[in-house]
Structure formats: structure tokens, C-alpha cells
């Protein structure tokens, strides 16, 4: 269903100046049809709005998210139509901002150190990726074109040299010079064939549809094999773009807008077309074209492709917040969408798209490719991340301490290597100016969201993968109470609880034992044992956001939490007194004293 509310008919404000069009879309859905949720819901936007304005730019914002400046866009643009920059560009990113979030921010909802300083760092190679909302979008990047080429200006040559000292490169440069015509040459037939658009293929007759694909042979008189053979490859625009003449034709206009003698009546009836459940098969929507299915995460699918063409995009960080939206504050909701991003990177991880093998030798940069490693593998780090948070009470709990002892050389290492990760994270607050306190949430969360949703989306991302097990997600509440700030003290039970609680049960499990054992043995004891302390402590501090959003308001734990951590503490320290590693093996035979009768 496709309703009209602003822009029909020719209807003016008070200035006299044409409305904008207010176009609300629903796309058909039919069961047995993969409807792909964001990803084929923006396609399908992106179609229409093609077919009804077809205007260069687009701005997507999620539906929770509202325009907190009225300028924004316009700074988008003067990025969009830089007359160097502009037709490089396939989006501009705008950095989110929420309402609604306590003003320690428990749970890192801001998310500062990633949209402050990750997002800024990146803008300055080849730009930021696409977090899927406050972004305005070049329509041609959305297309699966490539960036325009810059000409590169010809190497001079001198004529000074004698013939038969130019025998042997005077070859490779006329067949150098002989590509670069073929290249020019293909680029003015490419400009040809969008100027043909609006003129070549309208009919005359105001019934039937708009365009015909047959019309596109019409056109080719007066062109010489090669562009006609170009030309005559739009008839492949039908497998690539689906089966809309209207549609295509706009594709192929760069500055947008709507050829002559297109009628309102006729084009509805083309956007209609264009989102039945049907239009997408056997074309290259979601593939090459628009958003990229495959991920619950399409928005880091759909920018990678699009720097992997060499396109380039830029961050833009007005003073005044461009959009803000609503963040879920409770600490269940808080993990599940965690979950969710962690599933859509281990997803991508496993696919084709993979930034560790995906596009070598294409046009992104080297660094580039690194930032979107990092953007699909960080879910993998929740498996030693829980080691090392179970390290410490294992300590406590047997007397050994697993850390080696480091001579003098291994010592300046390591202090070395931990100074110079203290003096990056300072400059970064020093450049980016934020917090201490913001810094602080982040590394917090990082371990909580780590030993949790991290560790939850590995696994399920192996099953759905590798097994077709797919899993369902609760939708995140972002509705608050009356009370201010009354959801986040609102607990939900979910299965993501459950690590992290045990962790710190076992961890205070731990340190009661060590201080025990250190009373009982006496004063030689308390040195070895700080030591084992101070990480003990380092995991319990990180983790406790979490054990006050278990706790809630009333302070208390669910019962169900408590039942499941302890039960797993209990076999978890069962299970280790049973193997202890750290006792030697013997082997040979087994030697008992005999007293005075050897």
C-alpha cells in the first residue's frame, strides 16, 4: 500500500513553493517469501522513492530517532556536493545520541568511546561504517556503482632521445596510451547513456507503462561497435535491477529527479509494482544492490561493500547533535541488543563478506580493512576474556598462583608494553576529550557484555550457520515507567545473567578462601596472596554495573540467578579440586616408608 499525503497534485505552501512529498509505504507480505526484515524493508524504500522523486540523496533514520537539528542535513550536503569531494562519497555519518539515560550511564548506552574516538579515527582513511541510522546516502552508491574515476594527467615525453633508445618503451606507451582512450572512451559512453535518460525512452502515449526496455534499441543509431555494444548491455539492467522500466531509467540519472511526461497515476502504479514480494528474485537486491542481506548487522555489510568499490565516507559531528533517539537503559533489554549486534559479526564472520578474505586486491585501504576485522571478531575475544576473569579464583581457591615468575628483561617487557597501552588510551581522551567517567562505563561493560552476550552470540552464530539453527530474538523495550529512570531498575530474567553472576560468585568465593588460608597460615602467606587479590578485586569492579542492575531497586537478586550461579560455582570448584593440575603426576613405582626393618 502506497498513500500519498504531501507533494500530489501540484500543492504549494504559502510562499508558493512546491510541498515535499509525504509518501507512507507498507510492502506486501506473503508466507513463503523472505521479507529480510530492515534490510528489505529500506530496499524497498529506496525503490520507491526512486520511482515516485528520485531524489540524489537519502536520509535514513531509525523509528525511534527524530531530527534534533534542523541544520544537519544541510551540512551533509555541503560534504555530498563538494564539487572534489562530493562524487566520491556514498554516505555521511552522523554520530547517535540518546535520551533518557542516567546520568552515570551504568550500562555504556552512549557508547562515547566508539562514536567519539573509533568513528573519528576512521574518518580519517577512507571513513566511518554505517551503524544503520543518522546517515544520508549518495542514491548511485546505493546502486552498486563504482566511484567516479579521477583522470590522471599524461606523463610528458621528450623527443630529445634518440630512436632507437625508445625502441624498446616506445611500444609499451602507445599501448598504454591506447587503454587509456579505451577507457575515456567507455566513460563518455557511460555519460551518454545517462543523457539518453527521460528523452530515448519515454512513449507518447499516455496509456500503458512509462518506459520500455525495447526503446533502449532505438537509440543506438549514431554510435560507433563499442558504444553500441555498451548500450545494448542496459537490456542486462533487468536481471540486475529488476523487472521496472521506470525504475531503471532512474537509476541511470545522476542528479535525480523525474524524465518529462511522467504522470503521478502511472508512477504509483510502478511503486507498487516495485515492493510486491516477488520484484527481488532472481536480481541482485540485497547481493551487489542496495542493503546486503545476510546478517541481522546489514548495516556493516552495506557499508563494507561500498567502501570495497572505493567509495569513501565522511564523519560529521555538529555541535548541536544532529538526531537523537531512545536507548534501552534495563539491563536485560541492554544485553539482548548487545546480543544481537555480536550475532549479525559472527554471522558475517562465517559468510563470504568477510573482511579477513573478502575483496583483496579491490580499492580498501589496508587500515580500513583492519577497522572492519575488528568490527566482526571482537565477539571471539569473550572466550579468553572468560578465562582470564576465571583465573583469579582459581588462584585464590587453590594457593597456586598461575602467572610465572618474570625475570628482570621479561619485567621491563612487560611494564614497557603496559605503559605504552596507559599513554594510547590518555592521548585518545586527550583528543577526543572525552571522560574519564565515559572511558570508565565502556571498559566495563566491555567485560560484562563479553562474558555475556559475546560469549551467547558465538555459539548461537555457530549453530545457525553451520547447523541451521536459528534463533529468535525478544524486540528490546525502550518504554519507560512513570518513575524517572524508572526502567532501569526493571529486571528481566534471561539466560545472559548467568555467567557473568557466576563469575562473581566465584571470584568472591575466592577471595574469602585466600584471606582465610592466609589467616591460618600466618604471616608468610599475606605477600603471595595481594597479588591474587588485586585481580580478584579488577574482575569484581568491572562487573559491578552488573551486580547492581541484579540487584535493582529492592536490591534483590531473582531467585532463579542465584540458584543457577551457585549450582555452577559449586561444580565448577568440584570439578577442579577433582583434576587439580597443579599437583605433579607420579609415576614409577610407589615408594612407602618402612621404618626400622629396611
Not at 583469579?392 to 605504552?420: E, H, R
Not at 557466576?502 to 599475606?526: E, F, K
Amino acid at each position: 500500500m502506497i498513500q500519498v499525503y504531501l507533494g500530489s497534485a501540484g500543492a504549494l505552501d504559502v510562499e508558493g513553493k512546491e510541498l515535499p512529498r509525504l509518501v507512507y509505504v507498507s510492502r506486501e507480505k506473503r508466507p513463503g517469501y523472505q521479507h529480510h526484515k530492515k534490510a528489505g524493508a529500506m530496499n524497498a524504500l529506496v525503490r520507491v522513492s526512486a520511482v515516485l522523486t528520485n531524489a540524489p540523496f537519502l536520509l535514513n533514520l531509525d523509528c525511534d530517532h527524530y531530527i534534533n537539528n534542523s541544520k544537519a542535513v544541510r551540512e551533509a550536503m555541503c560534504f555530498l556536493m563538494d564539487p572534489q569531494l562530493g562524487k566520491k562519497l556514498c554516505y555521511v555519518q552522523f554520530p547517535q545520541r540518546f535520551d533518557g539515560i542516567d546520568r552515570h550511564d551504568r550500562y555504556a548506552n552512549r557508547n562515547i568511546v566508539f562514536f567519539d574516538i573509533n568513528m573519528r579515527g576512521l574518518d580519517g582513511i577512507q571513513g566511518p561504517v554505517y551503524v544503520g541510522t543518522g546517515c544520508v546516502f549518495n542514491r548511485q552508491a546505493l546502486y552498486g556503482y563504482d566511484p567516479p574515476v579521477s583522470q590522471k594527467r599524461p606523463k610528458m615525453t621528450c623527443d630529445c632521445w634518440p630512436s632507437w633508445c625508445c625502441c624498446c618503451c616506445g611500444g609499451s606507451r602507445k599501448s598504454k596510451s591506447k587503454k587509456k582512450d579505451d577507457t575515456s572512451l567507455l566513460g563518455s559512453v557511460y555519460t551518454k547513456k545517462k543523457k539518453m535518460t527521460g528523452k530515448n525512452y519515454l512513449k507518447k502515449k499516455g496509456s500503458g507503462p512509462v518506459f520500455d526496455l525495447e526503446d533502449i534499441e532505438e537509440g543506438l543509431e549514431g554510435y560507433d561497435e563499442l558504444e553500441k555494444s555498451s548500450l545494448m548491455s542496459q537490456k542486462n539492467f533487468e536481471k540486475r535491477f529488476g523487472q521496472s522500466p521506470v525504475f531503471i531509467a532512474s537509476t541511470l540519472m545522476e542528479d535525480g529527479g523525474l524524465p518529462e511526461g511522467t504522470n503521478s497515476t502511472s508512477l504509483i502504479k510502478e511503486a507498487i509494482h516495485v515492493i510486491s514480494c516477488g520484484y527481488e528474485e532472481k536480481t541482485e537486491w540485497g547481493k551487489e544492490i542496495g542493503w546486503i542481506y545476510g546478517s541481522v548487522t546489514e548495516d556493516i555489510l552495506t557499508g563494507f561493500k561500498m567502501h570495497c568499490r572505493g567509495w569513501k565516507s565522511v564523519y560529521c559531528m555538529p555541535k548541536r547533535p544532529a538526531f537523537k533517539g531512545s536507548a534501552p537503559i534495563n539491563l536485560s533489554d541492554r544485553l539482548h541488543q548487545v546480543l544481537r549486534w555480536a550475532l549479525g559479526s559472527v554471522e558475517i564472520f562465517l559468510s563470504r563478506h568477510c573482511p579477513l578474505w573478502y575483496a583483496y586486491g579491490g580499492k580498501l585501504k589496508y587500515l580500513e580493512r583492519l577497522a572492519y576485522i575488528n568490527t566482526i571478531v571482537y565477539p571471539f575475544t569473550s572466550i579468553p576474556l572468560l578465562a582470564y576473569c576465571t583465573i583469579p579464583a582459581v588462584c585464590l581457591l587453590t594457593g597456586k598462583f598461575i602467572i610465572p615468575t618474570l625475570n628482570n628483561f621479561a619485567s621491563i617487557w612487560f611494564l614497557a608494553l603496559f605503559l605504552s597501552i596507559i599513554a594510547t588510551g590518555v592521548l585518545e581522551l586527550r583528543w577526543s576529550g572525552v571522560g574519564i567517567e565515559d572511558w570508565w562505563r565502556n571498559e566495563q561493560f566491555w567485560v560484562i557484555g563479553g562474558v555475556s552476550a559475546h560469549l551467547f552470540a558465538v555459539f548461537q552464530g555457530l549453530l545457525k550457520v553451520l547447523a541451521g539453527v536459528d534463533t529468535n530474538f525478544t524486540v528490546t523495550a525502550k518504554a519507560a515507567e512513570d518513575t524517572e529512570f524508572g526502567e532501569l531498575y526493571l529486571f528481566k530474567w534471561t539466560t545472559l545473567l548467568i555467567p557473568p553472576t557466576t563469575l562473581i560468585i566465584l571470584n568472591i568465593v575466592g577471595v574469602v578462601a585466600g584471606v582465610s588460608d592466609a589467616i591460618n597460615n600466618g604471616y608468610g602467606s599475606w605477600g603471595p596472596l595481594f597479588g591474587k587479590l588485586f585481580f580478584a578485586f579488577w574482575v569484581i569492579v568491572h562487573l559491578y554495573p552488573f551486580l547492581k542492575g541484579l540487584m535493582g531497586r529492592q536490591n534483590r537478586t531473582p531467585t532463579i540467578v542465584v540458584l543457577w550461579s551457585v549450582l555452577l560455582a559449586s561444580i565448577f570448584s568440584l570439578v577442579w579440586v577433582r583434576i587439580d593440575p597443579f599437583l605433579p603426576k607420579q609415576t614409577g613405582p610407589i615408594l612407602k616408608p618402612c621404618g626400622v626393618e629396611c
